[in-house]
Each structure stands twice: as structure tokens, then as C-alpha cells.
């Protein structure tokens, strides 16, 4: 079936959200969302979000603190822009309707984290995303203009290739129609032609086997970009949370805190023994990076899926006093934290690249934007500052729509696209020829292209990936579409833009950490202790 929007959005998100509540005054918006649209990240960001709201921070501040995180690497017209955009974007959220806690005072509560050298995060209580996504979804829905689908898995973009033309990454013409859209609930694909397109699928989390991200987080959109030609970049730079709860069984990994590192826990190895000494003279209090590649390490070493945080030395009253909810959370598994230590792993949390866009959110490929997680402005460089991915989306959605609004006018409508064929395709009836393989490419993401590399680590990433991407490959031409096979495939995609990145960057450097470039090492903890 074909359906026809002036706006298509792909993903309902903090970015797709407010992109498509500032362009719906000029024309037709569709969002769609794979799942149900509360289910995104952004309804799991705790912390809140970074702005400069009163003095003494100043735009010049955060801009300095953003570019430190980044190590550099990141683009400095973007920091600005994004710093400088920063109060005006919260009013948006504030006329909205979204609340952020204040003082007695009436002023902004404003929380500072890790890297910030000024109080500058606006949150609301600890659920901030919750809050945003409740908002903005509510305002979208009574939108007249704005119609969302539920359940609908976008599946490729709509290009010349599908017109029967060559599409080579050289071409400097690529041109986005739309999509293909497959409706969940009647495994029907639709086709849907849109004059602007937006992609913000968010991250790509599950890519590994422990994250913070939601079960949705699998680059898709990143893979679609990328497979219809369009340009990605700095895909090596992945954020690991240090320490959420080890349990296979859960998706996404429960965060145990850093705060209860601060209590007094301490990091031990399988056998009970304390190990970051030997990495850190803080111990278990060393910034987060630095305990990152640590418990990493000891992972490699004993083989092990985890780590141990003991917390059986500290007080117990006020052990659950302070951390009731992870006190919980560990006893509804069968662990009592004060008798039993809580198993802990790396998860992978953020990615800092994705689809290459300019300042206003446009990508490689002409009528395609791209905002949010999926997206790489040159925000964060080589490692991404607390809490500045929430703004970093509603900064480019502005930006997109400011942009997408002034061209509309002059597209047409491609009618010539075919709608989704079919032919030769038999349903799957082997589940397990795709469970497998996605935990067979979570254990070799997590295993040699984790929080600690090697060239020798990425080289066997990359040889046992290009098996699976021929078994999937195969797979995929021969079965009916279904969400499933094209997630193992995006994922796929995914990693291997990871590994390429990675092993074209010769240096240790931001997130990307090589043991073959060791020299770095020592410049890294420095700054690193300063966060
Ligand atoms: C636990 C946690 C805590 C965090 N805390 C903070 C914080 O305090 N501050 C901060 O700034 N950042 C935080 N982050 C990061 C931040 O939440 C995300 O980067 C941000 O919310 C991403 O928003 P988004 O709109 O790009 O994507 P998301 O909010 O993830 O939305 C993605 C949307 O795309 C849809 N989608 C994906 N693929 C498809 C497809 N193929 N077809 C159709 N729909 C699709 C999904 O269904 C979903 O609707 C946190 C992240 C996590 C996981």
C-alpha cells in the first residue's frame, strides 16, 4: 500500500518527537516507531539535561568542558552552536509543557555531573526522560497534523536505487523518497512516500550483550543510511556505563550507580580479591573510564562475565537506606546485597558517531535529516559530556526543521516508486538460524571490540563478522521480512562500521582505547582524572 506524508519521521524519540511537533504547521507528518511509542531511550535517561540557565556558567564553559570530553576531536562550530542554542531549546521544552525541578528559591535545580565545572543540569526528580517522552508524546498525539504508527518497522529508505538506478557512495545526487515501512501487526510492507525524510532511530546498544540501551536500540537507522549509501562516521567511539547489574536473563542491564561506589563498595575480582589498585591509586573511585577498561581487563584475564562490587562491609541500615531501589532490584534476583556480593559488567551505553550531518541536521543523502543518537553532528568528539545527548537532539530537530520547512515547498512527490516485492521469499520457520547468530555477534562485539581493543582483537572481530554476514545475507533474500532478520542484519551493519572505524584509527584516543597505540595511556588518565 502507498501512503503520502509531506513528513516522514522515523522513530518517537526525544529527536523525532520534537522535530516532527516544529515542522507539523507545514504540511502532513507521519512518525512511525517499531514498537510501542513510550519505548525509546530517551524514557530511561535518569540524569537530565545540560544548558547554561544562569550565572556564573557561561557558554564559553560548557563549550570548554564539551570540547575536553571529546578530546578534541570534536567539531568546534557544532559545540557552539549546540551551547549556544542550549536556553533557547529548554524554553521550548518548558512551553510544551515539560516540568524541571526548582528550588525554594524558584530557580532551576540545576544538577552538575562528571566533566561539568558548573551546576548546569536540569532535571526533573530522577525519571527526566520519562518526563520529556510523556510530554512530547502527549503533545504529538493531539497534533491534527501528526498521525503516529505504532508498530511499524521502517525497513530501507527510498532511493534512485529504487527506480532501477546504479547508487554508488560516490554519487553526490542520492535522493530520499521515503520508505519502506513494514506494519508489524499485518506483516504488509507499506510504502511511504514522504518530500523530507527524518531518521531518529536512536542507538545501537544491542549490538553488544550487556547494555543500559532498550531491546529497540539496534541501528537500524544508521544501517539504512549506510546501505543506501549515505555517510557515517566516528562509529569507534563507544560510551560504556562502568557497572550494571550482571543478569543474562534482563535487557537492558539494570545501572548499579557510581553513588555506591562513592558509598564504600569495592570493585573485587571472581575470586574476591580488589583490583583496581593495581590500575588507579583511587581504587574503586577512579573516574569512570578508567574502571571501564579495568574490570574490562580482569574479565579478559580470568575469563569471566563478570566482575564483584562487595558492599557486605558496609553498614546495613544505611546501605538501604541510601540505595533502596538497587537493594531491590538485586533481592528480586536472589541477591541480598548486604551478605552477597551484586555481579557487575561493562555496558555499552551511548554511541558518539552515526549518520554524518551538517548544522542543520541534513545528511549526505539530499530531502534525508538525521537527529539524536543515530546522528553524528561533531557534538562529541571522541567521548560525549553527561547529559548533552538530550540537547544535542532537540538542538538539531530545531535546526532540521528550520530547514526542512524552507525546502518543502520546492519537492515533489516520487510516485514512480515500486512498492515492496515478495517474490521468492518463504516464511522462516528456524528462529534459532537468527537468535544464534545475534548472540553470536553480541559475544564477538563484547569480547574483541569492547572497552579495550587490539589490532589482533579487531582483525578476528572482523573475520568471524563477515561470516555472519554472508549466513545472514542468504537468509534475508531467501525469508518473508520480519523485524527480527532485519535487526540481526542492521546489527550486522553496525558492527562492522564499528570494527572499520576502529581499526582505521591508529591511536588510543577519547573512548576508542587500542592496545597496540599504548603511548596515549598516560595522557588519557591525566585527563581522565579530571573529569
Ligand atoms: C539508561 C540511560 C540513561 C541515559 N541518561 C541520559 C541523561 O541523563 N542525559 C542525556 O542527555 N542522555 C542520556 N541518555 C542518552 C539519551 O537518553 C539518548 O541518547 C536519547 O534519548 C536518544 O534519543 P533519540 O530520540 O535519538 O532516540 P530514542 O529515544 O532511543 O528513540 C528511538 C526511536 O526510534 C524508533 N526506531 C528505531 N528503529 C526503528 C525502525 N527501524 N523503524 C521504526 N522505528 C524505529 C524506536 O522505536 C524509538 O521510537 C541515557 C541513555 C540511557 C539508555
Redesign the pocket.
Known sequence: MKRKYDFLV????????SYALKVADAGSVCI??????K????????????AVMYTPDTYEKHIKDTMIAGDDLNDPEIVRITITESTDRIKDLIDWGVSFDKTKAGRFDLGR?GGHSEYR?L?HKDN??YEI?NVLLAQALKHPNIEILEN????EILTQHHLGEKVTRSRKDIECYGAY?LNINTNIVDTILAKVTMI????I?NVYSS????T??????IA?VYRAKGLVENMEFIQF?PTALYNPKEK?NF?ITEALRGFGAILKTLKGQEFMHKYDRRGSLAPRDIVARAIDTEMKISGGEHVYLDCRHLNKNELIDHFPTIYAKCLSIGIDITTSMIPVVPAA??VCGGIKVDEFGRSSIKQLYA?????YTGLHGAN?L????????LVFSHRAALDSKNVISKIQFNDRIRDWSYEGTVLNEEMILITQSIKDLQTLMSSYVGIVRSNLRLKRAMDRLEILYKETEDLFKKSILSVDI??LR?LISVAYLIIKMAMGRKESRGLHYSLDYPRYISEINTYQSEL
Open positions: 522515523v522513530g518517537t524519540g526525544i529527536a523525532g518527537l512511525v516507531s517499531k514498537a510501542d511509542a519505548e525509546t531511550a530517551t524514557r530511561y535517561a535518569q540524569g537530565g539535561i545540560a555531573e543540569v532535571h527526566t526522560g517522552q511499524h518497522f521502517a525497513v515501512v531518529a532511530t536512536g542507538g546498544g547494555t543500559t540501551n532498550p529497540v536500540a539496534t541501528g537500524d537507522g539504512m556505563h537492558p545501572l551505553h551511548y537527529s539524536g543518537e543515530c546522528a560525549r553527561a547529559s548533552n545527548s538530550l540537547l544535542e537532539s532485519c535487526e542492521n
